[in-house]
């Protein structure tokens, strides 16, 4: 069974970067698109961005687009979230999600999430 | 704010069918499949319908989902208490180029 164990969140000033990581099991890495959403609190989910199997598409939400940058390392079986000029109203729960063949799919499995605070 | 749009919450005895529907447009429901997720609070989402009425292994046959031009509905059957959680929808979005979930709905269990 597919396991996504993501990591690298934590308490950031306004301003400032952070990068996540998803180290992925159980299945084969390099032929599913990936994904992250993100959850504020008490808030409901948003999609932030995808990336293909191989990487060679990526996709952005507006709200993040020119400073967060998805990327993969399939010989690590890994996937990244590189979070530059971060803002307050970037702070959520991050969780990673294992794709379908495109992009565009569902989400059949998720990470338990990683918490991005993002406060001065 | 979300394109997709859910009620925000939705209400059943034990035993009823509840529907929560989403409304789309031609760009993301009209045009790709339809996802539902279940949220216990404090846990990941999980995948409870996919491509429209689909459902994973080890999911109730109690879900259901359909859809029908921009529109897609989740309906439960025989309601339990445990069904009380959080519902997303969700779609591709081929003028953003991006997924779209819906707002959420609470479902309660009175």
């Known amino acids: 069974e597919a396991q996504l164990l993501e990591s690298g969140g934590g308490l950031v000033r306004p301003g400032g970067s952070l990068r996540l990581s998803c180290a992925a099991s159980?299945?084969?890495?390099?032929?599913?698109?990936m994904s992250w959403v993100r959850q504020a609190p008490g808030k409901g989910l948003e999609w932030v961005s995808s990336?293909?199997?191989?990487?060679?598409?990526?996709f952005y939400a507006d709200s993040v687009k020119g400073r967060f940058t998805i990327s993969r390392d399939n010989s690590k079986n890994t996937l990244y979230l590189q979070m530059n000029s971060l803002r307050v109203e970037d702070t959520a729960v991050y969780y990673c999600?294992?794709?379908?063949?495109?992009?565009?799919?569902?989400?059949?499995?998720w990470g338990q999430g990683a918490l991005v605070t993002a406060s001065s | 704010q979300s394109v997709l749009t859910q009620p925000p919450s939705a209400s059943g005895t034990p035993g009823q069918r509840v529907t929560i529907s989403c409304s789309g447009s031609?760009?993301?429901?009209?045009?790709?499949?339809v996802n539902w997720y279940q949220q216990l609070p404090g846990t990941a989402p999980k995948l409870l319908i996919y491509?429209?009425?689909q459902r994973p292994s080890g999911v109730p046959d109690r879900f259901s989902g359909s859809k029908s031009g921009t529109s897609a509905s989740l309906a439960i059957s025989g309601l339990q208490s445990e069904d009380e959680v959080d519902y997303y929808c969700?779609?591709?979005?081929?003028?953003?180029?991006?997924?779209?979930f819906g707002g959420g709905t609470k479902l309660t269990v009175l």
């Open positions: 031609s760009s993301n429901i009209g045009s790709n499949t």
């Open positions: 969700a779609a591709w979005d081929d003028s953003l180029n991006g997924q779209l």
């Open positions: 999600a294992k794709g379908t063949g495109h992009p565009s799919g569902w989400y059949d499995y």
């Open positions: 990336i293909s199997g191989l990487g060679d598409d990526t």
């Open positions: 159980g299945f084969t890495f390099s032929s599913y698109a």
């Open positions: 491509r429209n009425d």
